[in-house]
């Protein structure tokens, strides 16, 4: 799907560019020069016509170019999202776990009532988000 939307983004450029050289074609040369031009009944309105067609496809190519920088911008800010998200993550993580150790720690070194509670504390928050970290 996304080569069909890149080469529908390389349409309005290519259609204007190719808008621009009939538009200078039939500006700058006459039947005299060409004798295709001679087979057109006015190759000025023709031109004119042209030059309205051409003016169309920058309006969509600068829609089409707008769509895309906005797209890109987007991404970008969701990529930054993501990132900040699994920063907070990865901070909430360390300090579960640093409050684990220090509760087993302070258990270890005494074995108090104080320090089983903390503990208890500490493996309560670990059961409760044990999936998510």
């Keep these: 799907m996304s080569r069909w939307i890149n080469l529908l983004a390389l349409l309005p450029n290519t259609s204007l560019t190719l808008l621009i050289i009939s538009i200078a074609f039939f500006r700058f040369y006459d039947e005299t020069d060409f004798f295709l031009l001679g087979q057109l009944a006015s190759p000025r ?57 220090l509760a087993l720690l302070n258990f270890l070194a005494d074995p108090s009532e104080q320090n089983r509670h903390i503990l208890a504390q500490a493996i309560a928050v670990l059961s409760e988000y044990r999936d998510s970290l």
């Design 45 to 101: 309105l023709w031109s004119n016509r042209l030059t309205v067609a051409a003016l169309l496809g920058a309006v969509v190519n600068l829609g089409v170019e707008w769509n895309r920088r906005n797209r890109e911008t987007d991404r970008l800010a969701q990529a930054e999202q993501r990132k900040a998200k699994e920063t907070e993550r990865a901070a909430r993580r360390t300090r579960i776990e640093v409050e684990r150790d």
